[in-house]
């Protein structure tokens, strides 16, 4: 053998070595015993995809149609088993819920959409409907309710047909093959897991999204449980499958703004063609005032809690986190922004210094020189904005910071009040925080900028 083929070979085999073990160590999950093919899958998730069509009122807004397929195809593409001709279709309803039929088919409903704060939440949703097609857990179920009631029926193999006539099975949220097991939750959830990460996305917002359901205490999630059993530790399960991964590779996705442009045409549709999707939906200047409950966003280098009811649009140089009816003529109005800052290289003493004399921190001077330049350049677009407190001292992550206390116009009209935070990063840049809220309304919105940056982690 030629020494250029002979390293080629070795090269290959010590590759191979050391990929395999880490691919390994993920969950191999077979699908439950079932008497039939995954192409019966097809053939019978497409006989009641025929009759749901019938009966519900899949939304017919183009844009849609394209984000939530093209979402669910780039999770399909990381999805474990046999390649099923997955479909993905919205359901005008404000009830959450979701249906995998057998083969492929999945449906989610307007009212899941909305309920889910950021893309990842969604994804974590389509994840887990495409874990139980994997698993076939559909088609297992029927077979289990045939061996059930034909006991002394030894075939292997049983038609589709059959099957469906025997035991009565139409589409419906009751249909024996939309009803799973707590077990079958849990083993979705791994797939899920799988898939999200081979995504890109953080598998724990599966775990947030389904916190967020249960604690939704309308009458909008009764099929949703009825059909998706609470799974115990579900949290801790999917952390462990995440370990076994090896954590999540490379960027983590964030939020995308066409989610947001989606969760927006779903609900004018709404408002016009079905029922309200919220039913106590304020109007555009009454804000949702903050959860007390937080959940945890990741990003790229930075780790935060913030509330619930509140969604998080990652831009890629800035986050924002606020209630659906934050942002007012393309300006926030109630909610935070995160975003960095790059100073000029100034180790003065600035307008903002924590200390007034010679021989203080070096860092500390440059904080406040950083934050003196990024106030500079705030002003530029906001000639009205002015410094109402300041030279308070805090700590970000356990890194010196500033707190300085605005006033601005607000997008509202009237005065708003800015609470801003500026904390230095090793890399020279300026991280800062900017809290927003109507003067008179800040009160009750200062308590949960607060608590979202003193949960700050960075990654960075």
């Known amino acids: 053998m030629p020494t250029k083929i002979k390293n080629a070979a070795f090269f290959v085999a010590v590759l191979l070595l050391l990929t395999l073990p880490v691919l390994a160590q993920r969950t191999n999950l077979r699908p439950a015993g079932n008497l039939f093919s995954p192409q019966q899958d097809i053939e019978m998730g497409r006989a009641l995809a025929a009759e749901a069509e019938q009966n519900l009122t899949i939304v017919d807004q183009s844009n849609a149609n394209a984000y939530i397929d093209a979402l669910g195809h780039q999770l399909t593409a990381h999805a474990p088993g046999d390649r099923f001709p997955y479909q993905f279709k919205i359901i005008a309803d404000d009830a959450i819920n979701a249906y995998a039929l057998p083969g492929g088919s999945i449906y989610v409903t307007s009212g899941l959409i909305n309920a889910a704060r950021n893309e990842p939440q969604l994804a974590g949703a389509l994840a887990h409907e495409i874990g139980h097609v994997v698993l076939r857990h559909g088609t297992a179920e029927v077979s289990q309710a045939y061996a059930d009631r034909l006991s002394n029926s030894t075939r292997s193999r049983i038609s589709v047909n059959d099957a469906m006539s025997q035991l009565n099975i139409h589409f419906d949220r009751d249909s024996i093959p939309l009803r799973y097991t707590r077990e079958e939750e849990r083993q979705a959830d791994a797939v899920a897991t799988q898939v999200m990460s081979g995504t890109g996305f953080d598998p724990q917002q599966l775990v947030q999204f389904f916190q967020i359901v249960s604690n939704d205490r309308s009458n909008r999630t009764t099929d949703f449980f009825d059909n998706h059993p609470n799974v115990v530790n579900r949290a801790a399960n999917v952390r462990a499958e995440l370990q076994r991964l090896g954590d999540v590779q490379g960027k983590v996705r964030g939020d995308s703004p066409d989610f947001h442009s ?13 029922r309200p999707a919220v039913s106590d939906r304020r109007t555009r200047t009454q804000a949702e005032l903050p959860s007390t409950r937080m959940v945890v966003y990741r990003g790229r280098d930075i780790e935060f809690s913030y509330p619930d009811n509140w969604r998080v649009s990652d831009q890629g140089d800035s986050i924002s986190i606020g209630p659906d009816n934050g942002f007012v003529s393309g300006s926030l109005a109630y909610g935070m922004t995160v975003a960095t800052f790059d100073p000029q290289n100034n180790r003065s003493f600035g307008r903002n210094s924590l200390f007034g004399v010679p021989g ?7 904080l406040s020189s950083a934050t003196d330049q990024l106030l500079d350049q ?3 677009s906001n000639p009205n904005m002015r410094v109402v407190r300041s030279n308070q001292r805090t700590r970000v992550d356990g890194s010196a910071a500033m707190v300085t206390l605005l006033s601005n116009d607000s997008p509202l009209g009237g005065t708003e009040s800015d609470w801003l935070v500026t904390t230095l990063r090793p890399n020279g840049l300026l991280r800062y925080f900017i809290g927003v809220a109507p003067q008179r309304e800040f009160g009750q919105y200062q308590n949960a900028f607060e608590q979202i940056v003193s949960s700050v982690r960075f990654m960075d």
């Open 378 to 380: 705030l002003r530029q």
């Open 262 to 274: 989606v969760q927006e045409k779903l609900l004018a549709l709404n408002a016009n063609s079905w």
């Open 360 to 366: 203080a921190a070096r860092d500390t001077a440059s």
